[in-house]
């Protein structure tokens, strides 16, 4: 699909004008946004970064109209799986459920995950994510015995490959209790994450027929004094069930309490907190906010596992209470998650379709709460990097759309957007998935 404006390769100073921008991805305090929360105004790209965010001022410099269309910074996805999307074609989920996920992609991996597979299904990934609009990732990586040096190696690939385009961040996701547990591969597991400047993560529940335990409690003592003594942030999957016994989000914050960790920690999915009796659920958001836990919700792939019977139609939408958390105090996002894996049969790392569904399925419409943060702003703050802000001086990142309103970017997937890398337009082309085969 042609580009509904064409800036040309040669021009490298030029004005987008008749922008409308969200106020709240905007480090610029003089805007006036209306009530969809978006500001009009003009942007001046000089030379890859931008130069301006405010009024026409003649100037002499070409100028591309917008004619009102919503302009984002690049999108910030906090939470994917690049190490395994992609192999639904080979490895399907039997049955949609959590535990048919688990079962196929471990036969996938074992037969399976070669470096060159890895490195295949992770550009692949990439060129998606790039092509939509990401510009900074961060993927979660199955760190067991056989193949951690291969997928950590070859993400250390990616990133290189990759820098400047999409900045690549690792979390090294394990079952914690076989690796806590286990100290030798613990201690390879910590070694490996330092060395390539990860996130140390784990799997802080797996067993739905069984309460928090005080053995998970010091598997969780022993992650953060691991993860402070080498300087590592956290970031768990939490209570990824439909469980009344999966309860550890809990668990996770006393022991930042306890521990006084003074590092970033983000706990991921946290579905079971939306079927907590209102007392329990009060008493567990605040504790998180006391800790400073980051939450991040996963509402496609959650969609996709949670309350999965045959024959039965879902009863909960399987997502985190994020009103709730977010009027606590707490930190809060949305992402990708598994994209074309057992986890989650559809998807492809675009960050407009995670918001347009966000909002359906956890209302951020009607709603005063600067919602779009949870794609751009907040995940580039808790990664610790400047992206998902547009602010003078910065990259010209950039997302634009033909969208006027917030109505009108969310009633169609604006398959018509145009990205730009440093000022300059990106192929959006994607890749075919015969690349696969």
């Not at 639904?88 to 079962?103: Q, S, V």
């Not at 961040?169 to 070694?191: K, S």
């Not at 996963?298 to 958390?325: F, I, S």
Request: proline content about 7%.
């Amino acid at each position: 699909m042609p580009d509904f404006i064409t800036i040309p390769p040669s021009v490298t100073s030029y004005r987008l004008t008749n922008a409308r921008v969200p106020a709240c991805l905007a480090n610029v305090p003089h805007l006036a946004p209306n009530a969809d929360g978006l500001a009009p105004c003009d942007i001046v790209i000089d030379n890859g970064r931008i130069a301006e965010i405010g009024p026409t001022i003649p100037d002499g410099l070409p100028r591309f109209d917008l004619d009102n269309g919503i302009v984002f910074p690049r999108f910030v996805d906090v939470h994917t799986h690049i190490d395994k999307g992609q192999i639904w074609h080979r490895a399907p989920n039997p049955d949609g459920t959590f535990m048919g996920a688990r079962m196929s992609v471990m036969a996938d991996r074992e037969a399976n995950w070669s470096a060159e597979d890895v490195r295949k299904r992770m550009d692949f990934a990439l060129r998606c994510a790039f092509a939509h609009g990401t510009g900074a990732l961060r993927t979660h990586i199955d760190t067991y015995p056989q193949q951690m040096a291969t997928s950590w190696g070859v993400f250390n690939e990616m990133r290189e490959a990759w820098k400047g385009r999409i900045t690549l961040q690792a979390v090294a996701l394990f079952p914690m209790d076989r690796t806590v547990l286990d100290e030798p591969e613990f201690r390879r597991t910590v070694e490996t994450v330092a060395k390539y400047g990860g996130v140390l993560g784990g799997l802080t529940f797996l067993d739905e027929n069984m309460p928090p335990s005080p053995r998970t409690d010091a598997m969780l003592d022993h992650l953060m004094q691991a993860a402070a003594a080498n300087g590592l942030d956290l970031d768990f999957h939490v209570d990824e069930s439909s469980s009344p016994n999966a309860r550890s989000l809990k668990q996770v914050a006393e022991a930042a309490l306890r521990n006084r960790f003074k590092g970033k920690i983000v706990a991921g999915h946290c579905c079971s907190l939306s079927l907590a009796d209102d007392a329990q659920r009060a008493e567990t958001i605040a504790k998180v906010a006391e800790a400073g836990i980051a939450v991040v919700s996963l509402p496609m792939c959650n969609m996709y596992l949670q309350d999965r019977k045959a024959g039965r139609t879902p009863r909960w939408r399987g997502v985190a209470p994020l009103h709730e958390l977010a009027a606590a105090g707490v930190t809060v996002m949305v992402a990708s998650d598994n994209t074309r894996d057992p986890f989650y049969a559809y998807g492809d790392l675009d960050m407009l379709e995670v918001y347009r569904e966000a909002t359906r399925i956890l209302h951020f419409d009607h709603s005063d709460r600067p919602w779009l943060k949870t794609v751009a702003t907040t995940p580039g703050q808790v990664m610790g990097l400047p992206n998902g802000t547009m602010a003078v001086g910065a990259p010209a990142g950039l997302v634009l759309t033909r969208a006027r309103t917030m109505n009108e970017l969310l009633s169609r997937p604006q398959t018509d957007r145009m990205v730009l890398y440093a000022g300059k337009a990106v192929d959006r082309k994607l890749p075919d998935y015969r690349e696969l085969d």
